[in-house]
């Protein structure tokens, strides 16, 4: 679907603080909960979780972490 002439026009026209706002209106509309998502993600730290607690998977520090991003 494109994006109405008059539309984006009128985005664009906005102030920063209003080009602001309508993104973060756009983002959160976005953000819709999903269940079967959740479940799944749910499931992965479960499992993460237990392979940790196992020995089966190793910590990082943050700074390890972080680190890499310098």
């Known amino acids: ?3 109405p002439k008059e539309v984006l026009q009128e985005a664009i026209a ?3 603080t209003e080009k ?3 993104i973060d209106l ?3 509309s976005l953000d819709k909960p999903d269940k079967d998502i959740d479940k799944l993600w749910a499931n992965e730290a479960e499992s993460r ?3 940790y607690k196992q020995g089966k998977l190793k910590s990082k520090t943050l700074e390890e972490v972080l680190s890499k991003y310098k």
């Open 1 to 3: 679907m494109a994006i």
């Open 20 to 22: 602001a706002k309508l």
């Open 49 to 51: 979780l237990s392979a």
């Open 14 to 16: 906005l102030n920063p």
């Open 26 to 28: 756009l983002v959160t």
